[in-house]
């Protein structure tokens, strides 16, 4: 995981740039229960909007109870077609519309894409693959960024 600090003078005067905030980020009072829709922005296998360069997105699900650290490690889980070139990528969920400190932005960012769960015992010849990916909890990047 990294942090880029992006210099907002060196951006074009025009452009309309809105970022996420630690207000953007899960509270433990909002509920994000297994099953709950996702979705992941990227450039799977570098694919984009090559006129405008912007990323696709990918609908996702949780796939682990939310909260509870999966193995315990920093992560839980997702359910969704990923591909090389989402590491990196935000995983959101729509803010409820009632969110005034969230309008400027409707999403929670949840978390960050890291990879495809890859099982040991799989059979490459017979069994598909899982379609589970690792997704960094957002709260990561408060303590990346801690002055």
């Not at 600090?5 to 970022?19: F, G, S």
């Not at 949780?62 to 359910?79: E, I, M, N, P």
């Not at 400190?101 to 693959?129: F, K």
């Amino acid at each position: 995981m990294a942090v880029i600090e992006i210099e907002r003078a060196a951006l074009p005067e025009t452009a309309v740039y809105r970022a996420f905030t630690p207000q953007h980020l899960h509270a433990p009072p909002d509920e994000v229960a297994v099953g709950t829709s996702l979705l992941i922005v990227g450039f799977p296998l570098g694919f984009h909007d090559t006129l405008h360069h912007m990323p696709v997105v990918r609908h996702a699900v949780v796939a682990s109870s939310f909260g509870l650290r999966f193995q315990g490690q920093g992560y839980f889980l997702t359910d969704a077609r990923t591909h090389r070139g989402t590491s990196g990528a935000p995983v959101v969920m729509r803010a409820k519309e009632q969110e005034p400190m969230r309008c400027d932005l409707p999403w929670i960012l949840l978390g960050v894409h890291s990879a495809v769960i890859a099982v040991g015992t799989r059979d490459l010849n017979i069994d598909e693959a899982l379609g589970l990916n690792c997704a960094w909890y957002a709260d990561i990047l408060l303590t990346l960024t801690e002055s």
